[in-house]
């Protein structure tokens, strides 16, 4: 790994430990996805993350150099994964006892609509994709890109189980909140 690299790992690993520890504060479970569901978001969870880090040495096309490996995509990288977990960590204060890594209902769940979930209605997964895609940066194979890509399509999964519990349970109050917010990025999509 280069430096750069190096340091979008230590985010990484040092956002892993807080949401570790953060995960012991967090309401009662009423509801949650199976495990099968569970396993397979996790599958595809580890995989991008696992693409995003490595190198493609004679993979194919996976190891093609999109980008020079430069100190300007390496320091760019490292701004916008530290950027995209900042915006993580703020998700995931304001989100509190209501978080869960499954997809869940919880004891007293609250809609939450302030701080970046004004912005975003997953603005968790907003910063994590963000993360990868500046760890992609700081390395620039075609192989990295796929790692943020994939977690894309793990997370649109994810959150398309968890609009349909917060339809459920909140109702109209959801419905209004997901046409005034879009779902990850925000103002855009």
């Given at each position: 790994m280069n430096p750069y690299t190096e340091t979008c790992f230590a985010i990484f690993f040092a956002f892993g430990l807080y949401m570790t520890w953060a995960a012991t504060r967090v309401k009662k479970a009423v509801k949650r996805q199976s495990l099968s569901g569970r396993a397979v978001h996790l599958a595809m969870l580890y995989s991008g993350f696992f693409m995003s880090f490595i190198?493609?040495?004679?993979?194919?096309?996976?190891?093609?150099?999109?980008?020079?490996a430069t100190s300007l995509f390496g320091s760019l990288g490292v701004a916008v994964c530290g950027l995209g977990f900042t915006f993580c960590f703020w998700a995931r204060q304001t989100l509190g006892g209501n978080w869960s890594g499954n997809v869940t209902l919880k004891k007293g769940h609250e809609l939450v609509k302030r701080g970046p979930y004004a912005l975003a209605r997953h603005p968790m997964y907003t910063g994590i994709l963000m993360g990868l895609f500046g760890t992609a940066l700081t390395i620039g194979e075609v192989?990295?890109?796929?790692?943020?890509?994939l977690l894309f399509f793990a997370f649109t999964r994810k959150m398309a189980m968890e609009e349909a519990y917060m339809t459920a349970h909140f109702g109209r109050a959801y419905g209004?909140?997901?046409r005034k917010v879009k779902r990850l990025v925000p103002f855009v999509y």
């Amino acid at each position: 790994m280069n430096p750069y690299t190096e340091t979008c790992f230590a985010i990484f690993f040092a956002f892993g430990l807080y949401m570790t520890w953060a995960a012991t504060r967090v309401k009662k479970a009423v509801k949650r996805q199976s495990l099968s569901g569970r396993a397979v978001h996790l599958a595809m969870l580890y995989s991008g993350f696992f693409m995003s880090f490595i190198r493609f040495p004679h993979w194919g096309p996976l190891d093609f150099q999109v980008l020079p490996a430069t100190s300007l995509f390496g320091s760019l990288g490292v701004a916008v994964c530290g950027l995209g977990f900042t915006f993580c960590f703020w998700a995931r204060q304001t989100l509190g006892g209501n978080w869960s890594g499954n997809v869940t209902l919880k004891k007293g769940h609250e809609l939450v609509k302030r701080g970046p979930y004004a912005l975003a209605r997953h603005p968790m997964y907003t910063g994590i994709l963000m993360g990868l895609f500046g760890t992609a940066l700081t390395i620039g194979e075609v192989g990295n890109f796929l790692g943020p890509a994939l977690l894309f399509f793990a997370f649109t999964r994810k959150m398309a189980m968890e609009e349909a519990y917060m339809t459920a349970h909140f109702g109209r109050a959801y419905g209004d909140y997901s046409r005034k917010v879009k779902r990850l990025v925000p103002f855009v999509y």
